[in-house]
Every structure is written in C-alpha cells, then in structure tokens.
T-cell receptor, first 113, second 115 residues
Framework: SQQGEEDPQALSIQEGENATMNCSYK?????LQWYRQNSGRGLVHLIL?????REKHSGRLRVTLDTSKKSSSLLITASRAADTASYFC?????????????FGSGTRLQVQP | DSGVTQTPKHLITATGQRVTLRCSPR?????VYWYQQSLDQGLQFLIQ???????AKGNILERFSAQQFPDLHSELNLSSLELGDSALYFC??????????????FGNGTRLTVT
C-alpha cells in the first residue's frame, strides 16, 4: 500500500513561478525523501529530511516537514522548463518490519516556457 | 549518471515465459532494491538485498524471485509472465542496509512488455 500521497496529482505553471507540492503520510517515519523522475527515466534523489528537522534547503528547493500533521511540502522557486517532471515523496517507516522506502503516487509538474 | 546499470533496457516477451533482469549497483553500495512501476499501481517496492542477503520484502509475487551475487550485482527473475506484469522495473542501490537512512540511486529501468 502507498504510505505517502502527493497533492496535487498534476500541476501546470509558467516559467519563473513557484511550484509547491505536498505529501501526506500515515505512520511515524524515520525520514522523508523527495525524488524527481523525468519521463521514462530512473528517479533522481533531491533531498532527505530527517524526522527531527523542520526545514531544509538545496538550491532552488525548499522542503518542510511537519511530523505532527504527518505532512511535507516541496517548494521549487523560480521554476524552469527543465523542472518539468514527476515528483515523488518517499518515507522510511519507523516500523522495523518495513525497512525500504515507500513511494507516493507522485505529482506531475509541467512548467510552460 | 547514477552509476546503477540495468540490462536490458527493453524486453518484449510472451505470456507464460520467463525473463531475467540484471542490475549492477553503484560502486561501493551494498544494498540493492527492486521496484516495479506501472500506470495503475505506481512505484511498488518488491525486494531488497544487502550484501548478498535478503533484507526486506514488499509486494513481490511468488512468480518473481531475486538474488544478489558475491560481486553485488543482482538479478530479478520473473516467471509465468502475465499481461499485467508489463511495467518498468527499476533497480536502486544505496550504501546503507536499509530503513531509508540514505538516498537511493536508481538505474534507468527495464521496460518489460508482455504480449
């Protein structure tokens, strides 16, 4: 079953605008990661935020984590056409019986030039 | 380039057949993960190996099996194939033994088409 669910499922913006994607999850986590996938290609790791962190930055990316609400957001500032891709959150459960990353269903981002 | 190599890139086969997908992890990574991506099921975790031993099991069918060899490459075997097995199969690797403590590095996948 899916642990993380992204919202919205699809997002279309103009180049230069900011894009915000949200991820909600169900159980306590060890950390949360965001990945990008260009069409038909492998996923690329973007950022990892641990459960005791609230915010993390990497270039034009800003990730927040609210463990009380079991949610995370990914903000891409000043978007570019090259940011067009699907974005996935992935969670590592605290339950030791579930050690591998579980991915959400993704947000498809389209950045119009 | 993630450093993870998957072969073949494309595979077309018939129902009932058996195929083997191969993965070479990034240099230094001991964990190998297999994921299946289809339009209706999203990205599903199948199985993880760490240094040759099975570490975690996900939604892997009994018709599917995997192993990791002493040189750390891994193979995913799919047998008695059905039309619904058509999907992208990804291999990923990481330095850690699991619990999602480190990023995964994905290969570009094997696209399997069952006709």
């Amino acid at each position: 079953s899916q642990q993380g669910e992204e919202d919205p499922q699809a997002l279309s913006i103009q180049e230069g605008e900011n894009a915000t994607m949200n991820c909600s999850y169900k159980t306590s986590i060890n950390n949360l990661q965001w990945y990008r996938q260009n069409s038909g290609r492998g996923l690329v790791h973007l950022i990892l935020i641990r459960s005791n962190e609230r915010e993390k930055h990497s270039g034009r990316l800003r990730v927040t984590l609210d463990t009380s609400k079991k949610s995370s957001s990914l903000l891409i500032t000043a978007s570019r056409a090259a940011d067009t891709a699907s974005y996935f959150c992935a969670t590592a459960w605290l339950d030791t019986g579930r050690r591998a990353l579980t991915f959400g269903s993704g947000t498809r981002l389209q950045v119009q030039p | 380039d993630s450093g993870v190599t998957q072969t073949p890139k494309h595979l077309i086969t018939a129902t009932g057949q058996r195929v083997t997908l191969r993965c070479s992890p990034r240099s230094g990574d001991l964990s190998v993960y297999w994921y299946q991506q289809s339009l209706d099921q999203g990205l599903q975790f199948l199985i993880q190996y760490y240094n040759g031993e099975e570490r975690a099991k996900g939604n892997i069918l009994e018709r599917f099996s995997a192993q990791q060899f002493p040189d750390l490459h891994s193979e995913l075997n799919l047998s008695s194939l059905e039309l619904g097995d058509s999907a992208l199969y990804f291999c990923a690797s990481s330095v850690s033994s699991g619990r999602g403590n480190s990023p995964l590095h994905f290969g570009n996948g094997t696209r399997l088409t069952v006709t």
